[in-house]
């Protein structure tokens, strides 16, 4: 009953879902139609939002649904792919490593354990293109860094004309990471609820206000991931000038702008990972490489041993609950293969 595109809704009251005004001449009239007739009604399916719109404008709660991020840098990727072509610029020398039959090369970065300094990187180029190929320059006070600074600093009159570099947004970041000591993982949550707020609250991330929403994201995502999480309090220890009542205020809008919706499914963690990977690739951002030593490869036989016998369990679990058809339930199982 509380929901915007519930039939029980009526059109005109939901700003989600604008409708002209239609004139009941514009519509045909039967004359054969019976007395019990009532007036025009539109179908239900016309009055529920379509899922792919859904999908579209909810990338950080579906996980068929590209990123933001990701639509936004295939512009410069294009852009510098074209150029180098017209300009025949060379790549220059390989700095990537690849495997051969004697030596196998792999990082150290998996999507339940990622690299700390490569996932900053690519949380903070993410943050970049945001900015950079923003649509608007739509904001809310409290993120405005001129109303609520962050230091005592004097805020330079073209501060919100002037797009941040790459480094200087990963400094910022690295800063509050290291200080914090937070993990890789709550880096791709921090972009997760960063995406969430600018759909959900209709908002562009811009020169004026990525420092705030940046550390309102880092906020809320180490209190949700992580088990023994940083106080606000700590946050004003890191960033001096600011005060515990304006961490606890910024805070609260944005949980409201977000609508309390702080759940990140592990398939929308997945997608974020592998994006932010595409992204460092488009923009020769390469992972660490090492070779993989008997060292490596022993723990990972032990791991792969480990999934099947988890894999075993399940199996036998399914096959105790399927007693009518024995033969057809199963999981197909490989052995893990290391030279």
Request: proline fraction near 5%; include cysteine.
């Amino acid at each position: 009953m509380g929901n915007t595109v519930s039939c029980c809704v009526s059109p005109n009251a939901s700003p989600k879902l604008p409708r002209p005004t239609e004139r009941l001449e514009d519509y045909p009239i039967n004359a054969d139609l019976s007395e019990d007739t009532g007036p025009y009604l539109q179908h239900i399916s016309d009055r529920e939002l379509p899922d792919d719109l859904a999908l579209e404008s909810n990338p950080s709660d579906h996980a068929r649904a590209s990123t933001i991020f990701l639509s936004k840098s295939q512009t410069d990727v294009r852009d510098k792919r074209k150029s180098n072509h017209i300009n025949h610029v060379s790549p220059g020398p390989l700095s990537k490593k690849y495997s051969s039959c004697s030596t196998i090369f792999i990082d150290d970065s998996t999507v339940s354990q990622p690299n700390l300094k490569s996932t900053i990187k690519c949380v903070t180029l993410a943050i970049y293109y945001h900015i950079k190929n923003r649509d608007s320059d739509r904001s809310l006070d409290i993120f405005d860094e001129k109303k609520h600074p962050l230091s005592r600093e004097q805020v330079p009159d073209d501060y919100s004309r002037t797009d941040p570099e790459h480094k200087l947004i990963y400094r910022f970041v690295r800063t509050l990471f290291s200080a914090a000591q937070l993990t890789a993982e709550c880096a791709i949550v921090t972009l997760v609820y960063l995406e969430r707020l600018l759909t959900y609250a209709e908002m562009d991330i811009c020169p004026c206000n990525w420092k705030r929403i940046v550390l309102g994201a880092i906020l809320l995502a180490s209190k949700v991931w992580d088990d023994q999480a940083v106080w606000n309090v700590d946050y004003c220890q890191i960033l001096k000038d600011i005060t515990v009542e304006d961490m606890n205020e910024m805070e609260r809008h944005f949980l409201e702008l977000l609508q309390f919706n702080i759940n990140v499914p592990a398939s929308v963690y997945a997608k974020y990972y592998f994006d932010l990977r595409s992204l460092a690739d488009d923009n020769n951002l390469n992972f660490p490489l090492e070779p993989l030593s008997n060292e490596r490869a022993q723990k990972l036989e032990a791991i792969s041993r480990l999934c099947e016998d988890k894999y075993k369990d399940l199996s036998r679990a399914a096959m105790r609950r399927s007693f009518s058809a024995d033969n057809l339930v199963g999981i197909r199982r490989s052995n893990a293969v290391l030279s």
